[in-house]
C-alpha cells in the first residue's frame, strides 16, 4: 500500500488504554450510581459509532444503567445496535430511552442523569489528584495516582523512528489536547500542533471527515492512511475520500485496541478498511511511500 502520508490515532494504537480510558468508564457510572456494566460491554458501544469522547460514552453507559432501574427492556446488545440505527452517539443513545420508557419514568432518568458529576469523577479518577489539580484547576475528592499512568505503550521506538523517517505524520485523536500531549511524550512521537486534531481542535468528532482532510491539506499529502482502532477511524477515511475525492484515503484498522482477532479483523472488513494489521508495528511493512516521479 502506497502512502505518502501517516495518520495515526492514539488510544488502542499508540498507548493500551483498556485500563485506564475504559476502566474510568464503568469506575465513574459505578461511584455516582452504585452499578455499572461490564467493562468488556464498552466495545458494543464503541462499534455502534458516535462515541469517539468517552465522557459521552460515560454519560450513555449511566443512562442505560438509570433506565434500566425504571424498567427498561433492552439488553445492551440490543440498546447499542438500535443506537447505530438511529445514527451512534449519544443523541442516538437519549432518544432509544425516550421511545422505550413512558413519561413519568423518563423524566425520573433525566432528573438522575448528572452529566457533570460523571465527567468530574471520570477525570478525577482518569488523571490522579495531582493532574487532575493542574489540568482541570479543582480539588480533588478521590485521591487517587491516576488511571492514565497505566497505559502501556504500544508503538516499539523503532517503529516509531522508521515512520517518521519515511512519512509525513498526523495525529487524529478524541482526547483533549492536555491528554494528548501526556501520551505522545510516553510515547517519544514529537509532532507539532499544526498537525495534530485532538478533542479541543474539533467539536464534531470521527467520523466525521473535517479533521482528516485538513491535516492531508496541511500535510499536503495525496495518499493519506489513517491508522486507528474503531469502527468510527475506518469510517472517518471513508466520508474523507467523499468529501475530499481528489485525495486518496486508507483506512486500517488495528487490532490492539477494543477489536482484536479474527471477529475484529473481520468487522474492520465490512466496515470498508483497506487493511487490517494486528498492531501499529505492523506498518512499516505494510506502507510503501510514494515515490516522487523525476522531472523531464
Excluded: C
Amino acid at each position: 500500500m502506497y502512502a505518502d502520508t501517516l495518520v495515526l490515532d492514539v488510544d488502542g494504537v499508540l498507548v493500551d488504554v483498556a485500563g485506564s480510558y475504559r476502566r474510568a468508564i464503568v469506575e465513574s457510572v459505578e461511584r455516582v450510581y452504585g452499578e455499572t456494566i461490564a467493562q468488556s460491554a464498552i466495545q458494543q458501544f464503541k462499534d455502534a459509532g458516535g462515541f469517539n469522547n468517552d465522557w459521552e460514552l460515560t454519560d450513555a453507559v449511566a443512562l442505560y444503567v438509570l433506565a434500566g432501574r425504571e424498567g427498561f427492556p433492552l439488553s445492551i446488545e440490543t440498546f447499542t445496535d438500535r443506537i447505530a440505527a438511529s445514527g451512534g452517539g449519544l443523541v442516538a443513545a437519549q432518544s432509544v430511552v425516550d421511545d422505550e420508557l413512558d413519561p413519568a419514568p423518563r423524566e425520573r432518568v433525566l432528573g438522575a442523569w448528572d452529566r457533570d458529576r460523571l465527567r468530574d469523577v471520570f477525570q478525577q479518577l482518569y488523571l490522579g489528584a495531582d493532574l487532575y489539580r493542574e489540568i482541570e484547576g479543582g480539588s480533588p475528592e478521590l485521591h487517587t495516582g491516576g488511571y492514565i499512568h497505566d497505559e502501556p505503550v504500544l508503538l516499539d521506538p523503532e517503529t516509531r523512528d522508521e515512520l517518521t523517517d519515511r512519512f509525513d505524520i498526523g495525529i487524529l485523536t478524541g482526547r483533549p489536547a492536555a491528554e494528548a500531549d501526556i501520551a505522545l511524550e510516553r510515547v517519544g512521537l514529537d509532532v507539532p500542533e499544526e498537525h495534530r486534531f485532538t478533542m479541543d481542535d474539533w467539536e464534531a468528532g470521527k467520523p466525521d471527515p473535517a479533521a482528516l482532510v485538513t491535516l492531508a491539506e496541511r500535510l499536503d499529502g495525496a495518499t493519506v492512511a489513517f491508522a486507528g482502532d474503531t469502527l468510527d477511524d475506518i469510517r472517518t477515511a471513508e466520508n474523507a475520500t467523499a468529501d475530499d475525492p481528489g485525495r486518496t484515503y486508507h483506512g486500517i484498522g488495528v487490532l490492539t485496541g477494543g477489536l482484536s482477532g479474527a471477529a475484529g479483523r473481520e468487522k474492520f472488513e465490512r466496515a470498508g478498511a483497506t487493511a487490517v494489521v494486528e498492531s501499529v508495528n505492523d506498518l512499516p511493512e505494510l506502507l510503501e511511500p510514494v515515490e516522487e516521479t523525476p522531472a523531464d
